[in-house]
């Protein structure tokens, strides 16, 4: 079956035709640079994730761009409030999203471009847009996009055209729906954005945060590329506007299908940090969760679907997951000539679900039912040795899409503890239960679980 994917921009579900046969080229929007970022955004970047793991589970290749933005209101108004150099605030935080990627197991993307990187192209594309009549000059030196001058704008966002304030300007890189009107695609400098300004035909200034991804995006991709991506609050006005400059440039359609993952929400509202209602992940693994239940949590729910973060799902994650992985164990157990139960793994059931437009609770359910059976099937004694090593292929064909099973399992304990359990196992062998129960207690505060079994003492998360 072909992968369907939902289309925000006709509302429908459409089967992924690339452009280039066997090759898929999409777009990611990135972190705005000026702070950390939260588990929120994680939650875009897992599920943008679990899209290239899955093309690439499919055989194609995939080259996605995802672009860091290190210049905007945001950034910048943070690097003067902080007296700091915008390139030295941005790098900072630039690193640290790496950081938070690798640990959440996001694979790295083909390119990750900075906006700084790419002014002057940026530049050259305002200037088709001011020939091609669709911006316009201010007396003060800054560029309007001229909504007016493409029909077609409001597409995406379902925009009632009546809506349109044209001729009215709004300077903001973000702004509210009712507010849609001429956007800036270059904003002259004013005294508040201190040292930094780029130079331009129009006087100095910097470009408006739409235009960085239309430039960068095409720069990598070509003028026609297969996915573009964002979280929903990406549909207005960042991708609205990234459409109507591309198309209004170029006249290419730019972007076939356009993806969007809803919020992760903390009581009803979006995680945000104008909200203070929060988690960056390094608060989260401070209180001892592990980076594969978080991924798992924010993985395991619909990308469609909202979904409400608290730390008993966390909880739960880890404890779905350390049945993978006690699967993973037991399996690999297995030796000798058991009798034969030809147990199908379900790849058929966990292409089907991801096919529908990534439906992952499918997928998922679909393996934790063939992983009852086979529990059911160890306990009995009935998996040959070589169904148990093609049931291990199978979890590992699957954990190339999810990332959770085989990641951090065997991260390391750390030395102190590493040295418990051998006391541990000491305590048992002089049959000293209270030490050994003690020992036990000590790792539960710690957030681990110590399990005794046939072949010695093994750890999981709690
Ligand atoms: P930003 O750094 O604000 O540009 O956001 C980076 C990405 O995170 C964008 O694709 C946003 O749509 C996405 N995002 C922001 N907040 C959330 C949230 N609460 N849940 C999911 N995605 C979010
Ligand atoms: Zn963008």
Redesign the pocket.
């Given at each position: 079956m072909s992968l369907k994917l939902r289309n925000t921009l006709t509302r429908r579900l459409e089967a992924l035709q690339p452009i280039t046969p066997g090759e898929v080229r999409m777009y990611t929007?990135?972190?705005?640079v000026y702070d950390t970022?939260h588990i929120?955004?994680m939650?875009?970047f897992i599920f943008e994730d679990l899209l290239r793991r899955y093309l690439l589970y499919k055989g194609f290749k995939v080259i996605q761009v995802m672009n860091i933005?290190d210049v905007d209101d945001r950034t910048i108004e943070r690097a003067i409030g902080e007296k700091r150099p915008l390139a030295d605030l941005t790098e900072h935080y630039t690193q640290r999203f790496r950081e938070d990627i690798s640990r959440l197991n996001i694979q790295s993307t083909e390119y990750m471009p900075r906006a700084t990187e790419f002014i002057p192209q940026m530049v050259e594309g305002i200037k088709v847009l001011l020939e091609k009549g669709h911006a316009y000059k201010t007396p003060e030196g800054s560029v309007f996009f001229d909504v007016s001058s493409y029909p077609a704008y409001g597409q995406l966002a379902h925009l009632d055209p009546q809506q349109l304030r044209t001729g009215e300007r709004v300077v903001d890189d973000n702004y509210e729906k009712d507010e849609a009107r001429d956007f800036a695609l270059w904003k002259a400098r004013k005294p508040s954005d201190g040292d930094y300004a780029w130079p331009s035909p129009w006087g100095e200034g910097r470009p408006g945060w739409h235009m960085e991804c239309s430039i960068m995006s095409t720069h990598y991709l070509g003028d026609h590329f297969d996915i573009h991506c964002?979280?929903?609050?990406?549909i207005f006005p960042h991708h609205e506007n990234e459409i109507a400059q591309s198309r209004c440039m170029r006249e290419t359609p730019f972007a076939n299908l356009w993806l969007h993952?809803e919020?992760?929400?903390v009581d009803g509202q979006?995680?945000?940090k104008s909200l203070g209602n929060c988690h960056t992940l390094e608060d989260v693994l401070r209180q001892n969760y592990s980076p594969e239940a978080i991924r798992y949590t924010l993985l395991s729910t619909h990308y469609r679907q909202k979904l409400n973060f608290t730390f008993a799902k966390v909880q739960e994650s880890q404890k779905a997951l350390n049945r993978l992985r006690e699967l993973v164990r037991r399996l690999e157990e297995v030796e000798g000539t058991q009798e034969e139960a030809g147990i199908q793994a379900p790849d058929k059931a966990v292409e089907d679900a991801l096919d529908n437009d990534l439906n992952i609770s499918g997928a998922l359910g679909a393996i934790f039912n063939w992983a009852r059976e086979l529990f059911n099937l160890l306990d009995e004694h009935k998996l040959s040795a070589r169904s148990a090593g093609e049931s291990l292929q199978a979890l590992q064909r699957y954990d190339q899409i999810l990332g959770v099973i085989y990641f951090n399992l065997e991260a390391e304990l750390p030395d102190d503890l590493a040295a418990l359990i051998r006391e541990r196992e000491e305590a048992r062998q002089a049959q000293d239960w209270k030490r050994a129960d003690a020992i036990r207690e000590t790792f539960l505060t710690r957030g681990i679980l110590l399990e005794d079994t046939p072949t010695g003492t093994i750890w999981k998360k709690a």
């Open positions: 929007c990135g972190p705005t970022a929120g955004n939650r875009t933005t964002g979280g929903v609050d990406n993952s919020h992760l929400i979006k995680m945000s």
